[in-house]
Antibody, heavy 116, light 111 residues
Framework: DVQLVESGGGLVQPGGSLRLSCAAS????????MSWVRQAPGKGPEWVAL????????WYVDSVKGRFTISRDNAKNSLFLQMNSLRAEDTAVYYC?????????WGQGTPVTVSS | DVVMTQSPLSLPVTLGQSASISCSSS???????????VSWFHQRPGQSPRRLIY???NRASGVPDRFSGSGSGTDFTLKISRVEAEDVGVYYC?????????FGPGTKVEI
């Protein structure tokens, strides 16, 4: 069975940093693009970033460009999201989701709260 | 960015009856491979979204055949026939043809 398990969320002050992780299993992780999607409280989901199979190409939504970095470790079937210069509007549950254009599988999400 | 619009935003339903949700996109969603990457998701409070329909009309594994998707170009529809109590929640359409991929605002279905 496919499993996506996110971790690393928490409470952080504005301007702070967090690194999210996603442990993937049940599929050939190194063969697929991967993605992060977030959902702010009371809002619909929002795509955050995509990364190519070998990590050489990544795409970001404009609101996080220059602040967030998506990366992966295919040897460990893991996906990461480094979040810097966090803002209140980044407060959301962050999901790892697969496959990229179809999102058949979502993790349980890890909550991030940016507040002083 | 592609804007996805849903209607209605709130949908009272009667158990056993059918319900339809519409989704419109601000531009054509035909990808270079010929597919249209429009999906529908259902989300209950406190849960992750669950995929129902992908590529306009394909029912995902384990999804009851009460759910069906249709559409083309820029207009898409999710139909729920014989609504059951477990169908309450918020339904989102999503396009994954043009980056950034985008979701609709959601339709809240209530009994």
């Amino acid at each position: 069975d496919v499993q996506l398990v996110e971790s690393g969320g928490g409470l952080v002050q504005p301007g702070g940093s967090l690194r999210l992780s996603c442990a993937a299993s049940g599929f050939s992780f190194s063969d697929y693009w991967m993605s992060w999607v977030r959902q702010a409280p009371g809002k619909g989901p929002e795509w955050v970033a995509l990364i190519k199979v070998d990590g050489t190409e990544s795409w970001y939504v404009d609101s996080v460009k220059g602040r967030f970095t998506i990366s992966r470790d295919n040897a460990k079937n893991s996906l990461f999201l480094q979040m810097n210069s966090l803002r209140a509007e980044d407060t959301a549950v962050y999901y790892c989701a697969w496959p990229v254009r179809l999102l058949h599988y979502w993790g349980q999400g890890t909550p991030v709260t940016v507040s002083s | 960015d592609v804007v996805m619009t849903q209607s209605p935003l709130s949908l009272p339903v009667t158990l056993g009856q059918s319900a339809s949700i519409s989704c419109s996109s601000s531009q054509s969603l035909v990808y270079s491979d010929g597919d249209i990457y429009v999906s529908w998701f259902h989300q209950r409070p406190g849960q992750s979204p669950r995929r129902l329909i992908y590529k306009v009309s394909n029912r995902a594994s384990g999804v009851p055949d009460r759910f069906s998707g249709s559409g083309s170009g820029t207009d898409f529809t999710l139909k729920i026939s014989r609504v059951e109590a477990e169908d309450v929640g918020v339904y989102y359409c999503m396009q994954a043809t043009h980056w950034p991929f985008t979701f609709g605002p959601g339709t809240k279905v209530e009994i």
